[in-house]
Every structure is written in C-alpha cells, then in structure tokens.
C-alpha cells in the first residue's frame, strides 16, 4: 500500500514511517524540517527512512498550497496519515500565527488533496489537550470538548470539525486519533521527558509545575505506532446507530470516528522523575512551581473505543519505557 506520512522526520512521523516500511508499504514522507527544535535531531530520524528503498520524502510545507496539490498529483496516496502540526501548548501563546498556518490552513490543504485524489482513509492526530476544562476521569471520546484551556488545543479540535465537514460532505473516512502524552526514543526535546532528562544529565535544576502533582497518561512511542497502524488499516465508517437527537461526539451517521490513543494509565509525575533518576543515576534538583495558566492537573485515556475497534492494546510500562528513553538519549547524544 502506498501511505503519505505528514511529519515523516517528526518523533512520532518517523517511527510510524518505519514501522510501515517494514511491512512492506511504500511510504511517501512530507516535512519542511523546520527549526521550532534542533533541526539536526530532524535530519538524523530522516536519515534513518532514506535509507530505506521504499521511502520517499517530500520537502513541503503543509501551508504551501500548490506544494501539497503536487503531492498527491505525482504520488498519489492511497491512504494518509496526518501527524504534521505545530505542537506544543506553551508555544501556542507565543506564536499563535504559527498555529493557524500549519494546522489549520495545512491542515485544509491534507483534506482538500484527500478529497480531490480519492483517498480511501485519513488518519490524522488530535490531542488530548481537546478535553481542556473536563475533568471526569478517564476521559472519555463521548464527552463534550467544548471547553479548550489552550489555542493549540483550539486548532486540534477545529481539526476534527473539518474532517467531520469532508466525511460528511465528499464521503472521506476520517479518523481522528487523541494522542496523550507520548515518551520514547528520539523524541522531542521541547517535550519535559526530554528537557528533565537533559538537566538531569547536566546537574542542573528542573521546574516542576503544580508543585509535582501532575499525573499524566504517559504512553510508549512502539504503543502509539502500533494504535496509528491499527487505525489506518481499518478506515472509518459511518455509526448506524447514530442519532442527532442525541448525538455521539465520536462518530457521526458520515465515516467518521474519534479515538483516545494512550496508556490507559496515570502515573504521578514525580514517579517519573525517580524513573528517570534511577536510569540516569543521578538525583533531580526540582524547582517546584505552580501549576501554568492552560495547563490541566490531570490526564488518563479510555482507550476500550479503540481497542475494541482495532485490537489496540498497549502494553509497555513506564518501567520499561523510561529506561529505554534514557538509553538512547545517552547514546544518540554521548551523554
């Protein structure tokens, strides 16, 4: 099959691409590589797919227009897995323009060459940011998320209204899949994982925000590919129990779906700095601060929406995950 990965020398981009490969899909990659992190951690994850006989990269801005109708023009996906954005919810209030740009008209150009060169599935990440204000637990995909603490989170749920619009209108399946926060090799450095590791290694302070008491779903990087596959390899469908009386958030009488994608666990946030003390060796030097404006005390997945629909079925602790983080970062940065 041929898949159009968006963000293909991204964190999760790369190891999606990867993973595709080597089930024998060809994969076409899209990035513009650019410089919100080290650009140089960028280029050493798309060496990795270069290498590979079956992968083709694109150097393309999502926003340029023309760029992404030649896309899929010349290389025509059969399905596409959107993971391109500009992340990050704290740099969402210092850039907001950056936002509209990529993951809103980006966003629109992914949908418009799906509809315009008949792709059969769009894949697309959403965040667990979209619950915003809701605080019942474990959030569910059923639950209003009407209420988004941060712009970033704003222009991932406006993310699902659009598909739900193109699924409804032109018949694409649609699957939005709420990501919640993802760890692992070759991540991304703006991410705390990364940072607490960094200063851990370096001796220096880290600041810990809501004073340590933060519990966050933290999900593997193998656990979320395995989900994305799963997802891509059953394309959204239209519910046939669905009703506008009482409508279901994550599914619409059009095909489309909404998944949580996570650990369907919360682990405290300062057990995960003694993880990451225990695989570095040395002890954290906290800086407790309070909680930032936009952030959320709190995050665990329902994951059983997905797990029923694809099998999904993560599976890799945070004992084992956190060292495995910890190990590449030494070696990737001689550290």
């Not at 009488?253 to 666990?265: H, V």
Request: charged share 20%.
């Amino acid at each position: 099959m041929k898949i159009l990965v968006t963000g293909s020398a991204g964190f999760i981009g790369m190891h999606t691409a990867e993973k595709l490969l080597a089930r024998g899909d060809t994969v076409i990659g899209l990035d513009n590589m650019n410089d919100y992190y080290d650009v140089n951690l960028k280029k050493a994850r798309l060496a990795r797919l270069m290498a590979h006989p079956n992968y083709r990269h694109v150097h393309a801005d999502l926003a340029d227009r023309p760029a992404m109708e030649n896309l899929f023009a010349v290389h025509g996906p059969e399905r596409v897995i959107h993971l391109a954005a500009q992340a990050g919810v704290r740099y969402s209030k210092e850039n907001p323009h950056a936002y509209t740009s990529s993951n809103l008209e980006g966003f629109l150009n992914v949908l418009e060459g799906c509809r315009n060169f008949e792709v059969k599935h769009l894949v697309f990440a959403s965040t667990s940011s979209a619950y915003g204000a809701n605080t019942h637990m474990p959030y569910a995909e059923t639950e209003s998320t009407e209420h988004p603490l941060t712009f970033y989170a704003a222009t991932k749920k406006a993310n699902e209204m659009m598909a739900h619009c193109y699924a409804h209108q032109y018949g694409l399946s649609c699957t939005g899949l709420r990501f919640f926060t993802v760890y692992g090799p070759w991540g991304r450095p703006d991410m705390a994982f990364f940072s607490f590791t960094k200063a851990i290694i370096e001796g220096k302070a880290i600041p810990v925000f809501n004073y340590g008491k933060h519990t966050r779903d933290f999900t593997y990087v193998d656990d979320i590919v395995d989900g994305v596959i799963r997802a891509c390899d059953k394309p959204a469908t239209p519910n046939p129990d669905w009703n506008g009386d009482t409508p279901d958030p994550s599914s619409s009488s059009a095909p489309y779906r909404i998944y949580n994608i996570g650990s369907g666990r919360n682990t405290p946030l300062l057990r995960y700095i003694e993880l990451l003390e225990q695989a570095i060796g040395q002890k954290a030097e906290l800086e407790l601060q309070p909680m930032m404006v936009g952030d959320v005390p709190d995050t665990l997945a329902s994951v059983e929406a997905l797990h029923d629909a694809t099998g999904y079925t993560p599976s890799t602790p945070v004992e084992v995950g956190v060292p495995a983080f910890v190990a590449w970062y030494r070696d990737f940065y001689k550290a």
